[in-house]
């Protein structure tokens, strides 16, 4: 099963904001998403038809066993993702959230796999080693410019 980018986000919201409850609203996921309702209940739809989640209409939507392992994994990406901008590239949270919503749906499992696997390895190190690995965090932004050619996207995802 390939999802889309909409499709992760859908489930990653849902995720989060179904952890202390029995369910999430579609009301809930528009707001979030800041999408309108219409465009929630179908999306939602789709999800169910692909067995990611429980909805019937008017009800709480449910991740199913399928749909809460797969947000997992979303979310997990994208934690990781989110430390490697901190910890090693140095970013602000709140770059490092908006740049993750980006680079999380490019990023191939073996990519992720990596990156959680290199992330895992840095934890390992002596304080001398990690420090070796991540001084480039500490000077980041003191000596070169951004890219003046660069344009700023318009798109910041549900968390930007």
């Not at 099963?1 to 992760?8: C, K, R, V």
């Not at 991740?63 to 901190?86: C, P, Q, W, Y």
């Not at 190190?125 to 690995?133: H, K, N, P, T, W």
């Amino acid at each position: 099963m390939t999802l889309t980018a909409i499709q992760e986000d859908y489930l990653e919201v849902i995720y989060h904001l179904g952890k202390d409850s029995d369910g999430v609203r579609t009301s809930e996921v528009a707001a979030r998403l800041g999408c309108r309702m219409p465009t929630v209940s179908r999306t939602v739809q789709k999800m169910v038809e692909m067995g990611l989640v429980h909805h019937k209409s008017r009800g709480l939507i449910r991740l199913t066993d399928l749909g809460m392992s797969t947000a997992e994994n979303i979310a997990h990406r994208h934690k990781d993702i989110v430390t490697f901008l901190r910890q090693i590239l140095g970013m602000t949270a709140n770059q490092a959230e908006a740049d993750a919503c980006q680079i999380e749906h490019g990023l191939s499992p073996l990519a992720a796999q990596r990156l959680h696997e290199f992330l895992e390895y840095v934890k390992d190190l002596s304080e001398r080693e990690q420090s070796v690995i991540t001084k480039f965090a500490r000077i980041a932004g003191s000596t070169i410019t951004d890219f003046p050619h660069l344009l700023e996207t318009k798109v910041a995802g549900w968390r930007g």
